[in-house]
């Protein structure tokens, strides 16, 4: 009976850690990005997976062979 209500407290232990984590905002920053064509993209922008979001987008492309920057 003890070890199952320690299993127990573990297991609702770690769900509410789980629910209480939050993902912080993350910058993702391009460099060197080559595509197959010749094309290449610099840059960065701020993700944040909380509310789908992107901001501070700030990217450059070049042309490759295929189509237009």
Excluded: E, H, I
């Excluded at 003890?2 to 910058?27: E, W």
Aim: hydrophobic share 45%; proline share 1%.
């Amino acid at each position: 009976m003890n070890k199952l209500l320690a299993s127990a407290a573990l297991a609702l232990s770690s769900l509410a850690f789980t629910a209480a984590a939050q993902a912080a905002p993350l910058q993702w920053t391009l460099k060197d990005v080559t595509f197959d064509d010749g094309g290449t993209a610099t840059g960065s922008f701020v993700y944040d997976a909380d509310s789908d979001t992107y901001s501070n987008v700030q990217l450059s492309t070049t042309a490759g062979s295929v189509g237009g920057a």
